[in-house]
């Protein structure tokens, strides 16, 4: 009889996944799906950066290299930090793994015990809190609104804080919402921080090229809490790169070591031609490379707004960053159409999928069922045409 471990039967199926091969398997029986449910460019990786790959190929770059990643590439991310974000750091603060879901994986089994408790802003990324449930913690749940452009309030931070507990995990760029931190809304929950010695930050920056504010801030500018944030970042969203897995940590040096030591039984280093590919994109100039994708983005997300705003029922606000729209949707909840029963984002998201053939992820993988997750990281005919089809959809529901 199969058996298994309480530790995988208390987690779950990464619902983006889970939407992206519904989509599959749907296009497999011929059905013209417009999938918007994973987070991944659709642009190519700059030919530059495949080009070095291909050199470390023929170059026989083939070999085992440090857990960490190998030394020039570390000191490569940590010019970039310097150059991009005002942050000195030293090799030996650096752990490059195989994408950021394992550099967060990494820092949290390295630092949550049996019983500690971390604040999670919600919505938050999908695998916050299954990564916790591995480590044993036990999540705080911060709930934001669309008003408050889903952003959590250092009053909100101090009241959620108890002797247990030892970590906040927030993105900016945010996944789901596209909500950037000003600095001064960073400064202002790094004061609540630093009153609390044994609180740590884990400052998930990985939509940090995909902003369309003044720039982007990072939690490890502030001096005074420098030594107890968790930065991570990666190639895969702002060089289109999601299929190279390379993920990047950056951290003191104790927490870097202890991820290192906690890489070193599982993975070991990411692969090395990746490595290679992720050396030439940290001296990549950001107005060649990285700011075209990011304007298309930014025109794809005004595309977007402006079509749902003619959609009766969708609330949205303006996110700032990432690309990811994630409007309001209980306006729809006790309507009905054939065997259709909306009670919640996640009933809407089957409908939208059954009638529309648009796939898009239910609020409740992000932890806020009356909102649906529309990504616009495709291109603008293809988002047209999804939000045609989601208005003749929603328009039979009465």
Known sequence: ??????????????????????????????????????????????????????????????????????????????????????????????????????????????LINEGDEVIVPAPYWVSYLEILKLAGG?????????DADFKITPKQLEAAITPKTRMIMMSTPCNPTGSVYSKAE???????????????????????????????????????????????????????MTGWRGGILAAPKWIAQACDKMQGQFTS????????????????DYATYIKPMRDAFLKRRDLVLQLMNDIPGLKTNIPQGAFYVYPEVSYFFGKKYGNH??????????????????????????GSDEYIRFSYATSEENLTEALKRMKEALSKLK
């Not at 939407?19 to 799906?33: P, T, Y």
């Not at 400064?187 to 630093?194: H, P």
């Not at 609180?199 to 504010?213: A, G, K, R, T, W």
């Not at 692969?271 to 990549?284: G, N, V």
């Open 1 to 110: 009889m199969a058996h298994l471990s309480d530790r995988v039967n208390k987690i779950s199926e990464s619902q983006t996944i889970a939407m992206a091969r519904k989509s599959r398997e749907l296009k497999a029986q011929g059905i013209d799906i417009i999938s918007l449910s994973l987070g991944e460019p659709d642009f190519a990786t700059p030919q530059i950066i495949k080009d070095t790959a291909k050199k470390a190929i023929d170059d026989n770059y083939s070999y085992y290299t440090h857990v960490s990643g190998y030394l020039e590439l570390r000191e490569a991310i940590c010019q970039k930090f310097k150059r991009d974000n005002n942050l000195t750091y030293a090799p030996d603060e650096i752990v490059v793994s195989t994408g950021a879901k394992q550099s967060i994986a990494n820092a949290v089994l390295c």
């Open 138 to 146: 036990t999540p705080v749940i911060i709930n934001t609104t669309i």
């Open 186 to 240: 960073l400064k202002a929950l790094a004061d609540i921080v630093a009153k609390h010695e044994e609180l740590y930050i884990l400052s998930d920056e990985i939509y940090e090229h995909i902003n369309f504010v003044d720039g982007h801030e990072s939690f490890a500018q502030f001096d005074f809490i420098r030594d107890r944030v968790i930065t991570i970042n990666g190639v895969s969203k702002g060089f289109a």
């Open 269 to 284: 280093a990411t692969c090395s031609i990746t490595q290679k590919a992720m050396h030439k994109a940290m001296t990549l």
């Open 341 to 366: 029963h909306i009670k919640n984002a996640t009933d809407l998201s089957l409908f939208l999928l059954d009638e529309a053939h648009v796939a898009l992820v239910p609020g409740a993988a992000f």
